[in-house]
Protein backbone atom coordinates (compact mmCIF):
# COMPACT_ATOMS: atom_id res chain seq x y z
CA UNK A 1 0.00 0.00 0.00
CA UNK A 2 1.53 3.39 -0.94
CA UNK A 3 1.80 5.48 1.82
CA UNK A 4 1.82 8.67 0.13
CA UNK A 5 -1.14 10.69 -0.03
CA UNK A 6 -2.38 11.82 -3.97
CA UNK A 7 0.64 12.90 -5.67
CA UNK A 8 1.24 16.35 -6.56
CA UNK A 9 -0.74 17.49 -9.32
CA UNK A 10 1.97 19.26 -10.90
CA UNK A 11 2.53 15.57 -12.94
CA UNK A 12 -0.41 15.82 -14.89
CA UNK A 13 0.36 17.72 -17.99
CA UNK A 14 -1.97 21.10 -18.79
CA UNK A 15 -1.41 22.05 -15.19
CA UNK A 16 1.89 21.17 -15.42
CA UNK A 17 2.78 23.77 -18.29
CA UNK A 18 0.56 26.45 -16.80
CA UNK A 19 2.42 26.35 -13.96
CA UNK A 20 5.63 26.29 -15.91
CA UNK A 21 4.83 29.48 -17.70
CA UNK A 22 3.36 31.35 -14.94
CA UNK A 23 6.81 30.30 -12.74
CA UNK A 24 8.74 31.79 -15.65
CA UNK A 25 6.63 34.91 -15.45
CA UNK A 26 7.14 35.11 -11.68
CA UNK A 27 10.41 34.40 -11.51
CA UNK A 28 11.29 36.82 -14.04
CA UNK A 29 9.90 39.70 -12.24
CA UNK A 30 11.20 38.77 -9.35
CA UNK A 31 15.02 37.89 -10.69
CA UNK A 32 15.01 41.33 -12.29
CA UNK A 33 14.89 43.07 -9.11
CA UNK A 34 17.58 40.55 -7.02
CA UNK A 35 21.48 41.25 -8.50
CA UNK A 36 22.69 37.67 -9.21
CA UNK A 37 25.27 36.04 -6.79
CA UNK A 38 28.35 35.59 -8.15
CA UNK A 39 30.11 31.87 -7.62
CA UNK A 40 31.93 31.78 -4.41
CA UNK A 41 33.72 28.02 -3.61
CA UNK A 42 33.97 29.36 -0.08
CA UNK A 43 29.93 29.93 -0.39
CA UNK A 44 29.71 26.14 -1.01
CA UNK A 45 29.82 23.39 2.10
CA UNK A 46 31.19 20.31 1.88
CA UNK A 47 29.62 18.23 4.14
CA UNK A 48 31.15 14.82 5.33
CA UNK A 49 29.43 12.10 7.05
CA UNK A 50 30.25 8.36 7.95
CA UNK A 51 27.66 5.75 7.30
CA UNK A 52 28.10 2.15 8.78
CA UNK A 53 26.65 -0.25 6.37
CA UNK A 54 25.19 -3.68 7.67
CA UNK A 55 26.87 -6.63 5.58
CA UNK A 56 29.37 -4.58 3.89
CA UNK A 57 32.18 -6.22 3.14
CA UNK A 58 35.43 -4.73 4.74
CA UNK A 59 36.87 -4.23 1.36
CA UNK A 60 34.16 -1.12 0.97
CA UNK A 61 35.21 0.12 4.25
CA UNK A 62 36.46 3.93 3.57
CA UNK A 63 33.96 3.50 0.08
CA UNK A 64 33.48 7.33 -1.01
CA UNK A 65 30.33 8.43 -2.84
CA UNK A 66 30.38 12.36 -3.62
CA UNK A 67 26.94 13.51 -3.93
CA UNK A 68 25.00 16.39 -5.68
CA UNK A 69 21.91 17.34 -6.57
CA UNK A 70 19.55 19.88 -8.33
CA UNK A 71 22.09 21.55 -10.94
CA UNK A 72 19.10 23.48 -12.33
CA UNK A 73 20.82 24.23 -15.31
CA UNK A 74 19.17 27.95 -16.92
CA UNK A 75 18.07 29.39 -13.15
CA UNK A 76 21.50 30.19 -11.87
CA UNK A 77 23.80 27.52 -12.94
CA UNK A 78 25.81 27.72 -16.15
CA UNK A 79 28.27 25.91 -18.17
CA UNK A 80 30.99 28.34 -16.55
CA UNK A 81 29.86 27.17 -12.99
CA UNK A 82 29.03 23.34 -13.17
CA UNK A 83 32.80 23.04 -14.26
CA UNK A 84 33.89 24.59 -11.36
CA UNK A 85 32.38 21.98 -9.36
CA UNK A 86 33.40 19.37 -11.48
CA UNK A 87 36.76 20.14 -10.22
CA UNK A 88 35.37 20.27 -6.82
CA UNK A 89 34.18 17.16 -6.82
CA UNK A 90 36.70 15.46 -8.83
CA UNK A 91 39.55 17.10 -5.66
CA UNK A 92 37.64 14.85 -3.22
CA UNK A 93 38.84 11.93 -4.96
CA UNK A 94 35.42 9.82 -5.22
CA UNK A 95 34.78 6.34 -5.92
CA UNK A 96 31.81 7.00 -7.15
CA UNK A 97 29.61 10.41 -7.77
CA UNK A 98 26.12 10.24 -7.59
CA UNK A 99 23.63 12.90 -8.41
CA UNK A 100 20.01 13.02 -7.17
CA UNK A 101 17.92 14.53 -9.79
CA UNK A 102 16.75 17.84 -11.94
CA UNK A 103 19.50 18.75 -14.10
CA UNK A 104 17.30 21.53 -15.45
CA UNK A 105 14.88 23.96 -14.73
CA UNK A 106 12.06 24.06 -17.27
CA UNK A 107 13.77 23.32 -20.92
CA UNK A 108 16.40 21.18 -22.42
CA UNK A 109 17.71 22.41 -25.42
CA UNK A 110 20.75 24.34 -25.64
CA UNK A 111 20.74 23.90 -21.89
CA UNK A 112 21.25 19.72 -22.29
CA UNK A 113 24.19 20.78 -24.51
CA UNK A 114 25.86 23.24 -22.52
CA UNK A 115 25.70 20.64 -19.55
CA UNK A 116 27.45 17.93 -21.76
CA UNK A 117 31.36 18.74 -21.54
CA UNK A 118 31.20 19.85 -17.61
CA UNK A 119 29.46 16.31 -16.56
CA UNK A 120 32.20 14.77 -19.28
CA UNK A 121 34.99 15.86 -16.73
CA UNK A 122 33.55 13.92 -14.12
CA UNK A 123 36.31 11.13 -12.83
CA UNK A 124 35.45 9.09 -9.69
CA UNK A 125 37.43 5.45 -9.33
CA UNK A 126 34.38 3.86 -10.59
CA UNK A 127 31.18 5.61 -11.92
CA UNK A 128 28.88 8.37 -12.22
CA UNK A 129 25.11 6.99 -11.64
CA UNK A 130 22.20 9.77 -11.53
CA UNK A 131 18.21 9.54 -11.47
CA UNK A 132 16.11 12.44 -12.80
CA UNK A 133 13.96 14.75 -10.61
CA UNK A 134 10.39 16.04 -11.88
CA UNK A 135 11.87 19.00 -13.05
CA UNK A 136 13.39 16.92 -15.93
CA UNK A 137 10.53 15.29 -16.50
CA UNK A 138 8.56 18.52 -16.78
CA UNK A 139 11.40 19.15 -19.59
CA UNK A 140 11.66 16.27 -21.31
CA UNK A 141 12.99 13.24 -19.69
CA UNK A 142 13.97 11.59 -22.99
CA UNK A 143 16.62 14.84 -23.86
CA UNK A 144 18.00 14.50 -20.39
CA UNK A 145 18.53 11.46 -20.93
CA UNK A 146 20.57 11.28 -23.73
CA UNK A 147 22.31 14.37 -22.63
CA UNK A 148 23.56 12.39 -19.36
CA UNK A 149 24.41 9.05 -21.84
CA UNK A 150 26.25 11.55 -23.52
CA UNK A 151 28.64 12.74 -20.57
CA UNK A 152 29.15 9.02 -19.48
CA UNK A 153 26.78 9.66 -16.90
CA UNK A 154 24.57 6.30 -15.99
CA UNK A 155 21.14 7.08 -15.42
CA UNK A 156 19.68 4.20 -12.98
CA UNK A 157 16.26 5.00 -12.43
CA UNK A 158 14.29 1.69 -11.80
CA UNK A 159 17.53 0.08 -12.32
CA UNK A 160 20.29 -1.51 -9.86
CA UNK A 161 24.23 -1.05 -10.50
CA UNK A 162 26.67 -3.11 -8.76
CA UNK A 163 30.30 -2.67 -7.30
CA UNK A 164 32.47 -5.41 -6.98
CA UNK A 165 35.48 -5.46 -5.21
CA UNK A 166 36.83 -9.29 -5.63
CA UNK A 167 33.86 -11.37 -4.29
CA UNK A 168 32.35 -8.55 -2.18
CA UNK A 169 29.43 -6.63 -3.93
CA UNK A 170 27.80 -3.00 -3.28
CA UNK A 171 24.35 -2.88 -4.82
CA UNK A 172 23.25 1.27 -5.89
CA UNK A 173 19.99 1.20 -6.64
CA UNK A 174 17.97 4.22 -8.17
CA UNK A 175 14.45 5.30 -7.96
CA UNK A 176 12.79 7.55 -10.97
CA UNK A 177 11.26 10.72 -9.53
CA UNK A 178 7.99 9.66 -7.03
CA UNK A 179 6.08 13.12 -7.70
CA UNK A 180 6.06 12.45 -11.53
CA UNK A 181 4.68 9.00 -11.28
CA UNK A 182 8.09 7.79 -12.49
CA UNK A 183 8.47 5.52 -10.24
CA UNK A 184 8.52 1.95 -9.86
CA UNK A 185 10.56 0.16 -6.24
CA UNK A 186 8.87 -3.10 -7.01
CA UNK A 187 10.88 -3.51 -9.81
CA UNK A 188 14.20 -2.22 -8.32
CA UNK A 189 13.33 -4.85 -5.68
CA UNK A 190 12.83 -7.42 -8.04
CA UNK A 191 15.84 -6.66 -9.52
CA UNK A 192 18.13 -6.40 -6.68
CA UNK A 193 20.40 -8.67 -5.31
CA UNK A 194 21.26 -10.01 -1.80
CA UNK A 195 23.33 -7.79 -0.08
CA UNK A 196 24.61 -4.02 0.77
CA UNK A 197 22.31 -1.54 -1.00
CA UNK A 198 21.74 1.90 -1.27
CA UNK A 199 18.99 3.95 -2.86
CA UNK A 200 19.62 6.93 -4.83
CA UNK A 201 15.73 9.09 -4.90
CA UNK A 202 15.12 12.55 -6.15
CA UNK A 203 12.63 13.04 -3.02
CA UNK A 204 13.83 12.69 0.28
CA UNK A 205 10.06 12.25 1.47
CA UNK A 206 10.24 8.57 -0.22
CA UNK A 207 12.55 7.12 2.51
CA UNK A 208 9.84 5.93 4.54
CA UNK A 209 8.43 3.93 1.23
CA UNK A 210 12.19 2.66 0.78
CA UNK A 211 12.58 2.07 4.91
CA UNK A 212 9.79 -0.28 4.47
CA UNK A 213 11.04 -2.37 2.28
CA UNK A 214 13.90 -2.95 4.58
CA UNK A 215 16.50 -3.37 1.89
CA UNK A 216 18.60 -0.28 2.03
CA UNK A 217 20.48 0.93 4.78
CA UNK A 218 20.76 4.44 3.11
CA UNK A 219 19.09 7.07 0.51
CA UNK A 220 20.42 9.88 -0.91
CA UNK A 221 18.14 12.44 -2.05
CA UNK A 222 17.70 16.35 -3.10
CA UNK A 223 14.89 18.28 -4.48
CA UNK A 224 13.98 20.14 -1.69
CA UNK A 225 17.27 22.63 -2.10
CA UNK A 226 16.90 22.81 1.96
CA UNK A 227 14.10 25.34 1.43
CA UNK A 228 16.94 27.68 -0.45
CA UNK A 229 15.59 30.56 1.57
CA UNK A 230 15.99 30.01 5.46
CA UNK A 231 14.62 32.19 8.38
CA UNK A 232 16.64 31.92 11.80
CA UNK A 233 14.33 30.70 13.99
CA UNK A 234 11.52 30.16 11.61
CA UNK A 235 13.01 28.15 8.95
CA UNK A 236 12.83 27.27 5.38
CA UNK A 237 9.84 29.53 3.79
CA UNK A 238 9.23 27.26 1.16
CA UNK A 239 9.57 23.43 0.71
CA UNK A 240 7.99 21.18 -1.97
CA UNK A 241 5.79 18.45 -2.10
CA UNK A 242 7.40 15.08 -0.61
CA UNK A 243 10.20 17.13 0.28
CA UNK A 244 8.83 18.52 3.26
CA UNK A 245 9.31 15.91 6.21
CA UNK A 246 13.38 15.13 5.70
CA UNK A 247 14.40 18.68 4.08
CA UNK A 248 17.87 19.38 4.95
CA UNK A 249 20.52 17.10 6.41
CA UNK A 250 20.73 13.27 7.84
CA UNK A 251 17.76 11.27 9.78
CA UNK A 252 17.25 8.09 11.30
CA UNK A 253 13.72 6.17 9.41
CA UNK A 254 13.41 3.05 10.52
CA UNK A 255 16.66 1.75 10.51
CA UNK A 256 17.39 3.53 7.67
CA UNK A 257 20.06 6.68 6.84
CA UNK A 258 18.14 9.63 4.72
CA UNK A 259 20.66 12.19 3.46
CA UNK A 260 18.86 15.45 2.02
CA UNK A 261 21.47 17.30 -0.11
CA UNK A 262 20.59 20.69 -0.56
CA UNK A 263 21.94 21.35 -3.96
CA UNK A 264 24.44 23.50 -6.11
CA UNK A 265 21.73 25.19 -8.08
CA UNK A 266 18.33 27.33 -7.29
CA UNK A 267 14.81 27.11 -8.40
CA UNK A 268 12.31 30.25 -9.16
CA UNK A 269 14.39 32.56 -7.53
CA UNK A 270 18.36 33.15 -8.07
CA UNK A 271 18.72 33.51 -4.30
CA UNK A 272 20.20 31.17 -1.04
CA UNK A 273 19.90 32.66 2.35
CA UNK A 274 21.75 30.56 5.52
CA UNK A 275 21.17 27.80 3.51
CA UNK A 276 24.66 27.02 1.33
CA UNK A 277 25.10 24.83 -1.49
CA UNK A 278 25.91 21.74 -0.70
CA UNK A 279 28.36 18.94 -1.87
CA UNK A 280 28.55 15.83 0.65
CA UNK A 281 31.10 13.26 0.72
CA UNK A 282 29.81 9.83 2.42
CA UNK A 283 31.91 7.05 3.70
CA UNK A 284 31.13 4.04 3.86
CA UNK A 285 31.95 1.61 7.00
CA UNK A 286 31.39 -1.70 7.64
CA UNK A 287 28.09 -2.25 10.68
CA UNK A 288 28.90 -4.53 13.27
Not at 87 to 109: E, H, K, Q
Not at 211 to 222: H, I, K, N, T, W
Request: with cysteine.
Amino acid sequence: MNPFPERHPYHHKPLRVAIGIAARGVMAALNALIPEPEFEASRVQITRLRVPLRGLDAAFDGYRIVQISDLHMGTWMNASRLAQFVRMVNDLAPDLVAITGDFVSYDGGNLLREMVPPLSELAPREATLAVLGNHDHWSGPEGVRAALAESGVREIGNRVYTVRRGEAALHIAGVDSFSSGADCLERVLSRLPPGPAILLAHEPDFADQAAAAERFGLQLSGHSHGGQIVVPRFGPLFLPPYGRKYPAGRYHVNGMVQYTNRGLGTGFLRLRYHCPPEITVVELAPRL
